[in-house]
C-alpha cells in the first residue's frame, strides 16, 4: 500500500472513519457512510452509502428483511457513484468481513471500474482485539501518519495493561454478550477478547468467529454470572429499551444481572473506543474495582 498525505479519502465503515479522524487524517476525509458519526465532525463529509432497509424497525423485522434480502442476491447499502464522480477519491477504506456491516468490497471494486476510477481500496477485517490494533497501525501507514497511529496505538496497549493489572487475580465472572436480541445471537469477533482483556470468562462467544445464532435455552444452559445486551447499530438507549423487553419476555434466565451499553460507540465498531468497552466490561464483572467510562452502561436488572 503506498503512503498518501493530503488526498481524497472515503471511508466506508464507521470504524474506519474513527480511525482516520484519531491518527490525523480527518482533514483528507471527504465521503462517508450514513452511519459515520464519531467525532461529530465526520457528520459534515458526504454520504456516499446509505442503507436500503427502512427505518423504524424491530430487530425481529431487521432480521427478516436482511435474510430475505441476502437470499435474494439483493443489497443492504447503496453506493452513491454519483458522488464517487465527483469526490474523485484517492483512497476508500471498506471491509470484506460481514455483507451486512457495510458495502461489499466487491460492489466497490466494480462501481470504482464502472467510473473509471483509480482509488486504491484499503480493507480493514480485523478478526480479534490485536488485530483492531493492528488494523490502527495499518491505517496510520496507508494514510502518512504512522508515527501517530503507532503513539495512538501503544496508549491504547497501555490502557489495557493497566485493566489487566487491576482484574488480576479475581474471580473470573461468566459473561453472555448479546450481539442481537430477536432472534439471539453470541457476541464474537473481537468481543470475547474484550471480555477476557476485561477480567471475565466469555460464554456462547469465540475469538476470531463470527457471531453465531443461539437458543435462549443456550444462555440458561451456560449458566452466566452476567448477561450484556449489546446489539448491533444501537446506542446505550436502544440497547437500555431491548434489554427490558426481554426481561418482559422471560427469556433470559432468573436471578442474573443484566446490563445494557452502547454497543456502536465501544464494542461491535473496531477501533480506538473498543478499550473503553472492555473498561465497560471489567466495571461490569468487577464494580468496585473498575470506574464504569460515562455515558456507555446501564444495570437494567
Known sequence: MVAFAGV?????LPSATEILFAVGAGADVVGVT???DFPPEARQRRIV?????????????????VRAKLAAGEDLYTLD??????????????????AVCAVDVGEVDKALEHLGCRADVLTLDPMTLDEVMASIETVGRATDTE??????????????DDLAGVVAGRPRARMVVLEWTEPPFSAGH????????????????????????IEWAAVATAEPDVIVVAPCGYRLEGATQLARQLLSTGNLPPNVPVWAVDADAAFVRPGPRVVEGVQTLAHIAHPGAVSPPPGLSVQVR
Open 8 to 12: 481524497r479519502i472515503v471511508s466506508l
Open 190 to 213: 473481537w468481543v470475547p477478547d474484550m471480555v477476557t482483556a476485561a477480567g471475565g470468562e466469555v460464554v456462547l462467544g469465540v475469538s476470531g468467529a463470527r457471531s453465531e445464532q
Open 34 to 36: 450514513f452511519e459515520c
Open 49 to 65: 452509502s446509505d442503507t436500503t432497509l427502512p427505518g423504524g424497525l424491530t430487530p425481529a423485522q431487521i432480521d427478516a428483511a
Open 81 to 98: 457513484e454519483g458522488a464517487l464522480r465527483a469526490i474523485n477519491p484517492d483512497l476508500i477504506v471498506t471491509q470484506d468481513l460481514c
Open 147 to 160: 508515527e501517530r497511529a503507532s503513539a495512538l496505538v501503544t496508549t491504547l496497549r497501555r490502557r489495557l
